[in-house]
């Protein structure tokens, strides 16, 4: 062996070594394994025994890699499908927190509707309405309570259908998580999402309001068919002579065999709602004609007074009064007059002294709106810029009936001190805005669509060869400097 050989050998030899050092260098346990003398000694040995054909008796270095990235892309979508398991875990039971109340709610206030229908009937008399346009008020009051029902039923349904679209999204970002984790279900037909649209919902009222659907993709007897779901439709039923297919739901996969497939939305749950509300508010109109039809005779021959189609119930809850907006005074009061009951002793609390036809009354005023919702001591009104009926629940018992000029006197809270004003009753029906919530849930969804895509670039979901950062470093810096002593023994 010539000298330039020898020199050529040991390069070769110190750019293995080299090489070799970066591959058991501790870069990190999981990302090779080690079998063998794989120290300096133990390679050198390896190297020259494979010269001379004879083995290490101390064992042939052998280092190999596990695929350690693929592994932890793997632990990494496990965790992400849990995570989305576990959010639309949380999101059902939210919306069950949300529906039980709602359905309890829709079944419960009949009489709540009703008694706005009163009021709007009794306000018509007094405005002197005709028999028609006094069905039409008690009608359109009863749809427009149930029309507030409607929209927040609607936002819950948006959230939902948003909620779904990002866990979707969010698997689909993810590698090792499946594409159809989160996914619609039916009977046969294998619905495939397609995308989401915005529609216009009408309400019971006759308005409109903005809904989110979705739109599917099922094949049925050959063909496809493309429905459209919203909050109204719920579920979706298609039958030919071939086959019969249908939407029902959303589910998630169980991310592993201790989880069974989640339930998240079950479209016919939105549509019986919805039904449910056109439903009880078909049923009080026939209720509200009915009432005017019985009511209307009397009413114009002079028998009754607009008030008088005002019952016990709406004049106590509908007519009550408060002082402070918070504390009630003596709404019952409105409700003993209208039966004909002796009212509670008003005399040293909770009294208003009202000027009427140059009598003055002892009790209290009732109105649904008084001028700026409020009634104001030494103040006259009149009767007949007052929207609906007025009256006056007297201390002993009786119901006056106002038509013209009145003064409020004096008036006094429940302990007996003088007050200078008293506020009137005013609902205010609240409608859920879920536009914020779903705006961030946007941006949520973007800003990991951007992270996913850093990572993509910046080489974080290559699986190749396995290889960490530092052990390809390594490699290239060994086998630079391999390079460079080989062409300097080349030279020599």
């Not at 915005?198 to 309001?209: A, C, F, P, Q």
């Not at 065999?257 to 339930?263: G, H, I």
């Not at 969804?445 to 990572?455: G, H, S, Y």
Request: hydrophobic share 35%; with cysteine; proline share 2%.
């Amino acid at each position: 062996m010539n000298r330039d050989l020898a020199h050529r050998g040991f390069a070769i030899v110190f750019a293995f070594l080299l090489v070799s050092s970066a591959f058991v260098a501790p870069v990190s346990a999981d990302t090779v394994t080690v079998d063998g003398d794989c120290d300096p000694t133990g390679l050198l040995r390896d190297f020259v025994g494979g010269f001379i054909g004879i083995s290490d008796p101390f064992g042939t270095c052998d280092i190999g890699f596990t695929d350690s990235v693929q592994d932890v892309k793997t632990l990494d979508g496990e965790q992400t499908h849990l995570d989305i398991y576990s959010a639309a875990s949380g999101q059902k039971a939210q919306a069950q927190a949300f529906n039980a109340p709602f359905d309890n709610y829709v079944n419960d206030t009949q009489s709540v509707a009703w008694m706005k229908a009163q009021v709007a009937v009794a306000e018509a008399y007094k405005n002197g309405s005709s028999k028609a346009e006094a069905q039409i008020a008690g009608r359109q009051a009863v749809a427009d309570y149930y029309a507030t029902k409607q929209v927040n039923l609607i936002e819950q349904w948006n959230v939902t259908l948003n909620s779904f679209e990002v866990l979707r999204q969010r698997a689909i970002n993810e590698s090792a998580v499946g594409d159809d984790t989160v996914r619609f279900y039916g009977a046969d037909g294998d619905p495939t999402y397609q995308s989401s649209t915005v529609v216009n919902e009408t309400l019971v009222n006759g308005s409109t309001y903005q809904s989110k659907a979705a739109t599917v993709e099922a094949a049925c007897g050959g063909s496809a068919w493309t429905p459209t779901l919203s909050v109204s439709s719920g579920g979706y039923w298609h039958e030919n002579v071939d086959c019969a297919a249908s939407v029902d739901g959303i589910e998630v996969t169980p991310p592993d065999t201790n989880y069974d497939t989640l339930t998240y939305v079950v479209l016919d749950d939105y549509e019986s709602r919805w039904d449910r509300i056109v439903a009880k508010q078909t049923a009080l109109n026939s209720e509200v004609d009915n009432f005017v039809n019985a009511t209307w005779t009397d009413f114009e021959s002079g028998a009754i007074n607009a008030s008088d189609v005002i019952s016990a119930n709406t004049a106590m809850f509908e007519y009550g009064t408060e002082i402070d907006g918070n504390e009630s005074l003596y709404a019952s009061t409105a409700a003993l007059a209208m039966m004909g009951f002796d009212t509670p002793n008003l005399n040293s609390s909770g009294l208003m002294n009202v000027t009427y036809n140059n009598v003055t009354y002892q009790g209290l005023v009732l109105a649904r709106s008084a001028p700026n919702d409020s009634w104001t001591a030494n103040t006259t009104y009149n009767a007949s810029n007052i929207t609906g009926p007025v009256f006056i629940a007297t201390a002993d018992g009786r119901k006056i009936d106002i038509t013209g000029q009145f003064t409020v006197d004096d008036m006094t809270a429940k302990d007996g001190s003088k007050i200078q004003s008293q506020n009137t009753t005013k609902y205010v029906y609240k409608t859920v805005n879920t536009t914020q919530l779903l705006e961030m849930q946007q941006e949520i969804e973007n800003l990991r669509e951007e992270v996913e895509a850093r990572e993509q670039s910046a080489g974080g979901s290559s699986s190749g060869s396995g290889l960490s950062t530092e052990v390809m470093g390594g490699l290239l810096l060994a086998g630079a400097a391999a390079v460079l002593l080989i062409q300097r023994e080349g030279k020599q």
